[in-house]
C-alpha cells in the first residue's frame, strides 16, 4: 500500500506533507504522521471534536447489501457520469471519495475509468481500511468533512459524496476550477417501507433542492439532477441489512434491526435516490 502525498497537507498548520521517512510524512513546521500498519494516514486537526465514524457491524451490513447487488443501479449511474466528466481530459482524473465507506462505489469506477487515481477518505478508520482492501494502491486518509481538509487546493477533478456528509467550501477548495461533484442523496421516498415501520430515520422532503441552494453559495453550479427509483425485493435478512448499514444504526438501528421478524416473507423496498451534477466555477475560492 502506498500514500501519494501530492493529495495532503498538514491538518495542523496546512503545509503540503511530503514523505520524511519509509512510515512518516511530515510537513516543514516539523509535524510529522505514520502510516498505520493497514496504510492509511489519520490527518486530524488538533483538539478535533469526538466525532463518530461508521463502526464495524455498521460497515459489514453495508459491504453485504451492496455485495448483493441491492444497489447496482446506483453504481452504474454513478459510473456512467463519472465516466462522462473524466472523458474531458487527456491526463489520468483524480477522483476524492469523501466518505468513502466501504469503497464501493470508487471500486465501481476504477473499473469504468482504469486510470484514475483515488484519494479514500472517511471519518472511520475502519472505513478507510476496507476501501484500501477493494483498492489497495490507493491513497487513505482519515479525515474530518466538517472541518477544514488536510488536502491541497486544486489536487481533484472530480469529487465523490455518497450518502454522506457535505462540506461545500472545502470540496470546492480542494477542485481544480471546472472540476465536478457527484453527490448521491436518498429522496423522502428511499425506503420508505422501512421507515413507516420505524426501522430508519425519516428523510426530509426537498434535500436535493436545498443541497442545490447551499452548494450554490460555496462557488458550485448545479448541471444536472437524475433522478433513480425502482422496487428491490428483500428478505427480513436483507431487511436487516438496510437497517443496520445506515445513520439508523447511530440511533435505535440495531434493536430496530433486531425487531425485524425472522420469518417474515420476502417484500419490495422501495429504492429512490437522486444523482447531482455539480461543477466547480472558476471564481471559486
Known amino acids: ?16 506533507l511530503a514523505p520524511v521517512g519509509d512510515r512518516t510524512f511530515g510537513c516543514t513546521n516539523g509535524h510529522r504522521f505514520d502510516r498505520s500498519k493497514y496504510g492509511f494516514l489519520t490527518l486530524l486537526p488538533p483538539k478535533a471534536p469526538r466525532t463518530v465514524g461508521d463502526d464495524r457491524s455498521m460497515l459489514d451490513a453495508r459491504a453485504a447489501l451492496l455485495g448483493s447487488g441491492a444497489y447496482q443501479p446506483i453504481s452504474d449511474a454513478l ?19 469523501l466518505g468513502c465507506g466501504t469503497g464501493h462505489y470508487s471500486a465501481e ?22 476501501s484500501l482492501r477493494a483498492l489497495p494502491g490507493e491513497t487513505g486518509v482519515v479525515l474530518d468533512i466538517w472541518r477544514p481538509l488536510p488536502l491541497r487546493s486544486s489536487t481533484a477533478d472530480l469529487v465523490l459524496n455518497v450518502f454522506a456528509p457535505r462540506n461545500g467550501a472545502e470540496f470546492a477548495r480542494i477542485l481544480r476550477p471546472g472540476g465536478r461533484l457527484l453527490v448521491i442523496v436518498p429522496t423522502e421516498r428511499h425506503l420508505r417501507e422501512l421507515r413507516v415501520a420505524g426501522l430508519m430515520l425519516d428523510v426530509p422532503p426537498g434535500k436535493s433542492g436545498r443541497l442545490v441552494e447551499q452548494l450554490a453559495v460555496d462557488g458550485f453550479t448545479a448541471s444536472d439532477v437524475h433522478s ?35 420469518d417474515a416473507a420476502p417484500a419490495n423496498v422501495t429504492v429512490s435516490v437522486e444523482l447531482l451534477e455539480f461543477q466547480r466555477s472558476a471564481s471559486a475560492a
Open 109 to 130: 469506477l476504477a473499473r469504468v475509468i482504469p486510470d484514475a487515481r483515488f484519494l479514500l477518505a472517511d471519518r472511520s478508520p475502519d472505513a478507510v481500511r476496507a
Open 228 to 262: 433513480l427509483e425502482y422496487d428491490l425485493g428483500v428478505d427480513a435478512a436483507g431487511r436487516r441489512l438496510l437497517a443496520g448499514m445506515g445513520p439508523a444504526a447511530h440511533h435505535s438501528g440495531a434493536e430496530a434491526a433486531a425487531a425485524v421478524e425472522p
Open 1 to 16: 500500500m502506498s500514500i501519494d502525498s501530492t493529495w495532503l497537507r498538514c491538518p495542523n498548520c496546512f503545509s503540503d
Open 79 to 97: 459510473a456512467r457520469l463519472a465516466q462522462a466528466s473524466a472523458g474531458s481530459s487527456d491526463a489520468a482524473p483524480r477522483i476524492a471519495d
